[in-house]
């Protein structure tokens, strides 16, 4: 057995006290980062220079694809991707990886996701893209449902952690509950606490994480 602990970066403090509770802290440490992508990837890759971790978690309250994910559903990420880094241009948005600036698309690691899938039946599996901007507009999330058939949700962080843990040679995997649709902005809509309750009842799954 691994004898590293595991290493799970929420965005903020609510999320990580939604589970940090029902975790070992000798097995799992959970670690708030501030939330959006720059913040996510220098908060990850200064935990991960502290210590040894076997595995990084991204993990958090997420958007949802209508259709895709239901509100309170849990998703497990296949890969984590950066779906505004690029550029726009007349033909439509151009992604680094077509400016030869490297990739948008980390693949979450297989054993990882693997174990979440058999710890978690019900949860969704799919792509969850990072965005530095909350979508807010039903013509955004349409376009990003089209650009993205395999996405099911969104959230702020996830291509971050990701970027840091290949940088640390770390395996990384993303876990997001989701606490609203993606589309018009409705804040007051948001279910946060049955996110959180999505959230704390996969903690015994990131215990059983190799
Ligand atoms: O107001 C609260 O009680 C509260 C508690 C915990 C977290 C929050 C946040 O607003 C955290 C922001 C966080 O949420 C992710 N997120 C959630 N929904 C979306 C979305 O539709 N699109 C993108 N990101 C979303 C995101 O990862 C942020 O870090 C509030």
Same mark, same amino acid.
């Given at each position: 057995?691994?004898?590293?602990?595991?290493?799970?970066?929420?965005a903020?403090?609510?999320?990580?006290?939604?589970?940090?509770?029902?975790?070992?802290?000798?097995?799992?440490?959970? &670690?708030?980062? &501030?939330?959006?992508? !720059?913040?996510a990837?220098?908060?990850?890759?200064?935990?991960?220079? /502290?210590?040894?971790?076997?595995?990084?978690?991204s993990?958090?309250?997420?958007? &949802?694809?209508?259709?895709?994910?239901?509100?309170?559903?849990?998703?497990?990420? /296949?890969?984590?991707?950066?779906?505004?880094? &690029?550029?726009?241009?007349?033909?439509?948005?151009?992604?680094?990886?077509?400016?030869?600036?490297?990739?948008?698309?980390?693949?979450?690691?297989?054993?990882?996701?693997?174990?979440?899938?058999?710890?978690?039946?019900?949860?969704?599996?799919?792509?969850?893209?990072?965005? !530095?901007?909350?979508?807010? /507009?039903?013509?955004?999330?349409?376009?990003?449902?089209?650009?993205?058939?395999?996405?099911?949700?969104?959230?702020m962080e996830g291509?971050g952690v990701?970027?840091? !843990?290949?940088?640390?040679?770390?395996?990384?995997?993303?876990?997001?509950?989701?606490?609203?649709?993606?589309?018009?902005?409705?804040?007051?809509?948001?279910?946060?606490?049955?996110?959180?309750?999505?959230?704390?009842? !996969?903690?015994?799954?990131?215990?059983?994480?190799?």
């Open positions: 057995m691994n004898p590293y602990p595991l290493l799970v970066v929420t903020v403090a609510a999320e990580a006290e939604a589970f940090r509770d029902l975790l070992d802290p000798d097995r799992i440490v959970v &670690g708030a980062v &501030g939330v959006g992508p !720059a913040a990837a220098a908060g990850t890759a200064r935990l991960l220079a /502290t210590r040894d971790y076997r595995a990084v978690i993990a958090g309250i997420a958007g &949802g694809f209508p259709g895709r994910v239901p509100v309170g559903g849990l998703v497990i990420a /296949t890969r984590s991707i950066a779906a505004d880094l &690029g550029a726009e241009s007349p033909g439509g948005f151009l992604p680094i990886d077509e400016l030869g600036f490297g990739t948008s698309v980390l693949d979450a690691d297989p054993d990882l996701v693997k174990a979440l899938r058999a710890a978690l039946p019900e949860a969704v599996c799919g792509d969850v893209l990072t965005l !530095a901007t909350v979508t807010g /507009t039903g013509e955004t999330a349409d376009r990003l449902a089209a650009r993205f058939p395999l996405a099911a949700a969104e959230a291509y990701a970027v840091a !843990a290949e940088g640390a040679g770390v395996p990384f995997a993303e876990l997001r509950a989701i606490s609203n649709p993606i589309g018009p902005r409705d804040r007051e809509s948001w279910r946060i606490p049955d996110a959180f309750a999505a959230l704390r009842a !996969a903690a015994p799954a990131l215990d059983a994480l190799p």
